[in-house]
Antibody, heavy 123, light 106 residues
Framework: QVQLVQSGAEVKKPGASVKVSCKASGYTFTGYYMHWVRQAPGQGLEWMGWINPNSGGTNYAQNFQGRVTMTRDTSISTVYMELSRLRSDDTAVYHC????????????????WGQGTLVTVSS | IQLTQSPSSLSASVGDRVTITCRASQGISSYLAWYQQKPGKAPKLLIYAASTLQSGVPSRFSGSGSGADFTVTISSLQPEDFATYYCQQLNSYPITFGQGTRLEIK
């Protein structure tokens, strides 16, 4: 069965960086784009971007351009999301989510989600 | 593209029929999905392409709409349906979500 398992909670100081991992299993890792979505406490969902695990290509939301980097390691079926220059309003749960369509030609939904990683930014 | 859900919150009883609306700020064809989220959990995909039920989702859930106006309906509420529901547009980047509709027990 498809599983996305994320790394554990992090506490960071303002200005620091955080790198969250998402390990995939149960499907062909390189066959499906992976998205990152965050949710601030008590708030809604915000899309951050995607990575193509096959090519390493990325597409970031403008809100995060210059601060986010998504990478992958195909040898261990893991994607990473690194967010730099952290601010207090980056405190949120960060989820990886698999694109439902193989090959990334068209995105119809996010069919599997990681359990979420709480990142707390506090001085 | 902005998505506006209505209502923002809703109280209903087990067995009720409930409809949540999602309106897009511009046409998005049928590139709309619905998710259910319970506290402390990841969102769960319910419906994609506006009206296609995700595998394993109970048939009491249904979706409709195209263009800019969409709905999700729960035909007969069950205790496990009390949660927050989000719509999502995937027609163009950035992918966006509605603000959520909190469905509470009356």
């Amino acid at each position: 069965q498809v599983q996305l398992v994320q790394s554990g909670a992090e506490v960071k100081k303002p200005g620091a960086s955080v790198k969250v991992s998402c390990k995939a299993s149960g499907y062909t890792f390189t066959g499906y784009y992976m998205h990152w979505v965050r949710q601030a406490p008590g708030q809604g969902l915000e899309w951050m971007g995607w990575i193509n695990p096959n090519s390493g290509g990325t597409n970031y939301a403008q809100n995060f351009q210059g601060r986010v980097t998504m990478t992958r390691d195909t040898s261990i079926s893991t994607v990473y999301m690194e967010l730099s220059r952290l601010r207090s309003d980056d405190t949120a749960v960060y989820h990886c989510a698999r694109d439902s369509e193989a090959g990334g030609k068209s995105t119809l939904s996010f069919d599997y989600w990681g359990q979420g990683t709480l990142v707390t930014v506090s001085s | 593209i902005q998505l506006t859900q209505s209502p923002s919150s809703l109280s209903a009883s087990v067995g009720d029929r409930v409809t949540i609306t999602c309106r897009a700020s511009q046409g998005i064809s049928s590139y709309l999905a619905w998710y259910q989220q319970k506290p402390g959990k990841a969102p769960k995909l319910l419906i994609y392409a506006a009206s296609t039920l995700q595998s394993g989702v109970p048939s009491r859930f249904s979706g409709s709409g195209s263009g800019a106006d969409f709905t999700v309906t729960i035909s007969s509420l069950q205790p496990e349906d009390f949660a927050t529901y989000y719509c999502q547009q995937l027609n163009s980047y950035p992918i966006t979500f509605g603000q959520g509709t909190r469905l509470e027990i009356k």
